[in-house]
């Protein structure tokens, strides 16, 4: 397990802020507005493109690709293979959200044919984890109906077969590399009440992808990020918050955050 | 006419919450952020997918369907018709909200087409009920021209010929079965100045058709939900409001929401 | 330079709000939601329209047409000229908000042909006019790289070839028509940290356009509101506010705003 202080969260943030990185996502159709304000709102510099036309473009000249598997159909999925392998041929890093992955067959397979293209972070929810590591684990549509540390395994292995890193959201965030582990324990269940926090901490991974050269530090320092910013809003907040106010006040922690602050809260176990 | 007395508010709430049942969604580009987070702030699970690849795979396990034809092109028509006919063959609750019916001819007829498939409910304003009806109402892009009881008559013949129920958005909330009427008159002028209030009361009835037999009763809930959580925003926020903070203390509003408040502050005709 | 004196700004605002003209837009998947709300807060009707099935139809009955190159595919790029032939054929007014054209081949070529359909008004950052006058300013995705006033020579160059209006966005922002020259000193730089606000000063042009004869002054007006809005904004909320909240109260300052309040703010040079 990591301690706090083997993280330079300062370092990365201000370097997001000082370069604001260009980050290609291929978002999808229900969070492309929301990632593209938390990306702003942090310091980088979003490129929403998922047209065939120009995927492979932008990928070879972003910081970072941010693929989200929100929506898909054949001509997204097109775009996604394009972005992907023009962002694996550039040396661009790239991280793959595989949204509701074995919950339904055709993303499933999509997802499975992408890893083949070497991301550099992988992100979703128990049930999206273990899917994609090949366990049957149940999925609700987009939210998991398993807790994060039950995918702890499955998390390993496919970090293991892939020489990648993956992030498992839940009440516990959980990083591994496959050797290393961090647990980030901050954050609020309301964040499961507002659509789009976990393509958010995907969106946010692809910023410190584009700064920092460790893509389990990155993984790490945006869960952090997302963790500590959620227990801002909750702390000024109070009872009376809902996921209405809880929204536009997270997208006003981020702009407000720094790297002392994420030090200072951060729970890592 | 109903009495409040009739719905039993706090337990189908309580059910949605208990349950978080899936809703299966067909949004449009506009509102389908907003839209899944008013699903989420209720206690209800959104699922949007829009892809022909998946929508029937996915509209056979879900709780309630909501097919919203605010943005179509011939992709999303054909995806529109298999979740139509995957909802009906599994005996899903599907409801049609048929988004500028009436002003625009292409969607006309997917929407009169789509009836076929037998929705449990149709909500619409009042110039698309007209139109759907067959009736001349005129409509401007996707806003009435028309106010609601102009199109009472128009929705209790929809409900006889399709055997649905008809909800008509507008000052008062109609809802027909052909047979019973229920007016609601809760909620604030403002709520036309937001976009996507209508989808968001489409997706809401999804919601409680989801957890109530009758599609009628389901219907009314969805309409008192909306319009009293209008209502307390406006309570709360005085002449300051705006739609902005509208539509951020709407979700707080349904989150805070219990069937005790709906009960105690809706205003049955 | 123009005085402030020249422009009747209450007399705008009164006609849009009373006769809520339909603005078709043809957006971009980032910014629907928050273009269509701020047309809405505004007082005019948007009316979200980007397939090909049906925009011919709408383009022709609108009060005037945005098209905005933020999501392009070969799709939408069709919608779009289609779009653009029949508000020109119909004489509907109709504007073009080049959305990332110079960091991109592909839509840079298309901007160059929806050109030769006549828009009313173009809207851009000092990157996006450069390019499209044939200049190379470099952009990087949507962010401009260059001050406003750098790309006026270009706006005028544009402006004169094409017989047209042109704003260039930026900490002032430029109106041309190559013979008049405006520049709006209003608003803030937080606004470059809300994903979607160039897209709304489009979406606003576009309301002016449908009241008022002359392009350059709806052009002027529409910025002159956006940036009196911000400051109204930034004036009210203090060092607490964030892009989150300054979103949210944007749509309430429009919402409140009135001819008065404009003439009164706005920074004319």
Redesign the interface.
């Known amino acids: 397990m990591a301690s706090s202080s083997s993280y330079q969260f300062g370092t990365a943030l201000r370097d997001i802020r000082a370069t604001?990185p260009?980050i290609?996502n291929i978002?999808?159709?229900?969070?492309?507005?929301?990632t593209?304000?938390a990306l702003?709102?942090l310091g980088a510099?979003?490129?929403?493109?998922?047209?065939?036309?120009?995927v492979a473009?932008?990928a070879a000249i972003a910081g970072a690709v941010v693929i989200n598997l929100?929506?898909?159909?054949?001509?997204?999925a097109a775009a996604m293979r394009l972005a992907a392998a023009s962002a694996q041929q550039a040396g661009t890093p790239w991280m793959l959200d595989p949204v509701?992955v074995g919950?339904?067959?055709?993303?499933t397979r999509l997802a499975v044919e992408l890893l083949e293209a070497h991301p550099a972070v992988i992100r979703g929810n128990a049930s999206e984890i273990m899917a994609l590591a090949g366990q049957s684990a149940g999925g609700?549509?987009?939210?998991s109906l398993a807790a994060s540390d039950a995918a702890i395994d499955a998390a390993k292995d496919l970090a293991h077969r892939y020489a990648t890193v993956v992030t498992v959201s839940g009440a516990i965030d959980y990083v591994t590399d496959g050797r290393r582990l961090a647990g980030i324990g901050n954050g609020h269940p309301i964040m499961?009440?507002?659509?789009?926090m976990g393509c958010t901490a995907s969106a946010l991974t692809g910023a410190y992808l584009a700064v920092l050269d460790d893509p389990f530090d990155a993984a790490v320092q945006a869960m952090a990020t997302m963790g500590v910013a959620g227990d801002i809003v909750m702390a000024n907040g109070g009872a009376?918050?809902?996921?209405?106010?809880f929204?536009?006040?997270?997208?006003?922690?981020?702009?407000?955050l720094d790297g002392a602050m994420i030090a200072a809260l951060v729970k890592l176990t």
Chains 1, 2, 3 share one sequence.
Do not use: C
Request: zero cysteines; charged letters at 15%.
């Open positions: 604001a260009l290609h978002a999808n159709l229900v969070v492309t507005n929301v593209a304000n702003l709102a510099s979003p490129a929403m493109v998922e047209n065939a036309e120009e473009e932008i929100g929506t898909i159909s054949s001509s997204w509701a919950a339904l067959g055709y993303r609700k549509g987009v939210d499961s009440r507002v659509t789009g009376k918050i809902g996921p209405g106010s929204q536009t006040a997270f997208l006003d922690a981020l702009y407000h």
